[in-house]
């Protein structure tokens, strides 16, 4: 099965940038859609960003336009660039696929943002 590692959180101040990867065990990558998520304290998990097997990408309204998310089907990797970011981006992220019907997640990374 798929497993999933993610690397690249720590603690910026508000508007700095970070890029959160995402490495990916298994053949079957290039054919997965892969997603990063967050859970903040005290709430839901959300999802950030998605990008399918074939590029296309989507975003949470509240991370548009600052948020970017890319794969490298070469590496096995995804990754999501978080650019002007703010105190309510503060979470830990996870990376996440669905692998023969079963939902993967990664351990997490913590995201905190300072004001």
């Known amino acids: 099965q798929v497993r999933l590692v993610e690397s690249g959180g720590g603690l910026v101040q508000a508007g700095g940038s970070l890029r959160l990867s995402c490495a990916a065990s298994?053949?079957?990558?290039?054919?997965?859609?892969m997603g990063w998520y967050r859970q903040a304290p005290g709430k839901q998990r959300e999802l950030v960003a998605h990008i399918s097997s074939g590029g296309i990408t989507t975003y949470a309204n509240s991370v548009k336009g600052r948020f970017t998310i890319s794969r490298d089907n070469a590496k096995n990797t995804v990754s999501l660039q978080m650019n002007s970011l703010k105190p309510e981006d503060t979470a830990v992220y996870y990376c996440?696929?669905?692998?023969?019907?079963?939902?993967?997640w990664g351990q997490g990374t913590l995201v905190t943002v300072s004001s």
């Open positions: 298994g053949s079957t990558f290039s054919t997965n859609a």
């Open positions: 996440h696929t669905v692998d023969r019907n079963l939902g993967v």
